[in-house]
Structures are given as C-alpha cells and as structure tokens.
C-alpha cells in the first residue's frame, strides 16, 4: 500500500502489525535510511541485514528469514539494502507466504513509477511503500529547529541557520551535531540550554577542518579562481562529492527565495530578512552581492544541474567527486 510523505509519522507511530513488508524509496536515501531505523527502534528487535545478491538469486530466502523463529531471543528484523526489482519475487513470496512474523524493511534508490518492486509494495495490502523526496529549504529548516529543540536546544535564529548550512540537508549529519551540541551544552528535553552562535563556531562540523562557506560563496559570487581555491583546500580535508553540492544547493535554494521576492517588488534588504532560517548577519553583505549576480531562471538552472550532478554521482560508482568539482567550476564560471 500507498503511503503518502506527509503520513510517514503516522505510519512509524503505529506501524501495521499484518504489514510483513516496508518499502523505503526515493532520490532522498538518508530519509529512507532515517525512517527505516526509526521504524527498527519502534519495533525493538535486532537486525539481519541480508545481502542483496544472495536474496535476488534466492527469492524464497526472504521469506524464509520471516517466517523464522530465533532459538535464543527475541526475532529479527530484516533488512535489504540496496533493493531493486531484481527483489521483487522475493517481495511477492514473502506478501503471500502463509506465515511471516518477522518484518522486512527494503531501502532502494530512485524506484521509477514502473518499477516492478515499487508497484508491488504499492498494491499489496500487507506492505507499505514511501517515496523519500528532498525537503525544501523551510521543511530543513524545520526539521532542524524540531530535532534541536528535541535535544534540549533552545537554538537562536543565526544558529539554527549556521547547523542547517552546515549539514547541507543530509538528516544523518543533523541528528550527529544536534547529539554534539546537546553533549557540550549539558542539554536535554528536561534541562534546555541556549544554543548560540558561538555554540556552534566552538564544536560544529568543520571544527578544525577545511571550512565549507568560502567554496559556497565563491560559487555564488561567480569567481571561478576562489572556487578552485576553495576546491582544493576541502580536498585537503576529505570534504569533496555530494556535501558541498548540497550546501550549494541550499545556498541557491535560499539565494532564489530572494531573488523571487525582489523581482515581486521587494527590496533586497527585505528579500534577505524575510528568509528563514534567518541569514547570520556577517554573510548578508556577502549574500546581497550574490542576489545581484544571478536571475531567477539562472538560479532555476542553477538548482537543476546541481540536484542533477548528485544524481549522476549516485549512478555512477566512481568519479563522484570530479562530477562534484565539474559541476561547482561550471556554475562559478558561467557569466
């Protein structure tokens, strides 16, 4: 069965016990990664990671692996990862097996509308099926103010947006800085804390390390020689590939927020402070200058080739960070 992204709460608050099979799938693997482990911690068990081969050249296994019973605990969970249509008989023995108490959790990539694996999961009423589609700039912003706020985080404006520009829209990175953030600032949901810029110039990711502003807004700025620069210093420091496209992105995303309220007769000084996250006060003379360099359907293909290059990289299993570097010289370089 069918279940839409906005009851993905819903459905790990009371998952189905007669639903044997759960589906996870779309261009946004870390919410499908995040929800499969929420969904593991509600149901408690351990879990029996299959491999993927194993299970596409024997179908029956899956079902096998459900319908067994442990001899020394409680039973397991199952899950596949990466599942493609190459599973999908190994899916349609586990739905109609007589008996399955073990539920199985599939995670898979991009599953077009066609796929044989996604439309079973759809239809069958003993399985549950979530598209995991990237979340706009104010859905991250969101998610990252309730994670931190759940920690025990009473997180200004200008941190919040520092923690959000930092993680580049990756959910596993936020719930990691929210975890160690909440540790330095002895917070909890019982005792909050303050969570102030300083916070987070103190303990945030990329302390110590290459930081990941200059190369964004070298990008922004359109000056390809401080990109090649920027470049090289974060692949000094292992920082290469999918993170900086996302913190592009979310810089374009923010930058054609901006740029959509100017050209509805805003001025750019209000542009910026509607935005939300609010931007930390140091980067708007930067961020005003940016708005000036780009028009709405520059930041439209902008966006496009940047969520198009992680595609890419996604597809391909090498060279991921020269279609990262290629692709970031491109939009610095463009006049």
Avoid at 24 to 46: M, N, V
Avoid at 126 to 133: G, H, T, V
Avoid at 293 to 317: G, M, Q, V
Wanted: aromatic share 6%; proline share 8%.
């Amino acid at each position: 069965m069918k279940v839409e992204p906005r009851d993905a709460e819903r459905l790990l608050a009371a998952p189905p016990a007669y639903a044997r099979l759960y589906l996870f799938h779309g261009p946004d693997e870390g919410q499908a990664r995040d929800l499969a482990q929420r969904l593991e911690a509600k149901f408690g068990l351990d879990r029996l990671d299959l491999t993927p081969a194993e299970v596409a050249a024997q179908p029956g296994w899956l079902a096998d692996e459900a319908a067994s019973v442990s001899m020394f605990g409680p039973a397991p969970c199952l899950r596949l990862v990466p599942a493609a249509d190459a599973h999908a008989p190994a899916a349609a023995l586990l739905l109609d097996a007589a008996a399955a108490g073990n539920p199985a959790i599939l995670i898979a990539g991009n599953l077009p509308a066609t796929s044989k694996l996604r439309k079973l999961a759809e239809a069958h009423p003993r399985a549950r099926a979530l598209a995991c589609y990237p979340p706009t700039a104010a859905d991250f912003a969101r998610l990252a103010r309730d994670a931190a706020r759940a920690a025990g985080l009473d997180a200004e404006p200008a941190a919040l947006s520092l923690l959000v520009n930092a993680v580049g829209g990756e959910r596993g990175l936020l719930a990691q800085e929210v975890a160690k953030l909440a540790v330095y600032l002895d917070a909890t949901p019982a005792q909050p804390k303050k969570f102030i810029p300083a916070d987070w110039y103190a303990v945030g990711a990329g302390e110590g390390a290459a930081d990941i502003d200059p190369l964004i807004d070298a990008v922004a700025a359109r000056d390809p020689a401080a990109t090649a620069q920027a470049l090289r210093a974060l692949a000094a420091d292992g920082q290469r590939g999918i993170m900086p496209l996302r913190a592009a992105a979310r810089r374009f995303a923010q930058l054609a927020e901006a740029r959509a309220a100017i050209d509805g007769g805003a001025s750019p000084d209000s542009a910026v402070a509607a935005l939300r996250p609010p931007l930390f006060w140091k980067a708007k003379p930067a961020f005003l200058a940016q708005l000036r360099a780009w028009t709405s359907p520059d930041l439209a293909r902008a966006a496009h080739e940047l969520l198009a290059t992680e595609r890419r990289i996604k597809a391909a299993s090498s060279l991921g960070d020269l279609h990262a570097d290629e692709c970031l010289l491109g939009l610095a370089g463009r006049g």
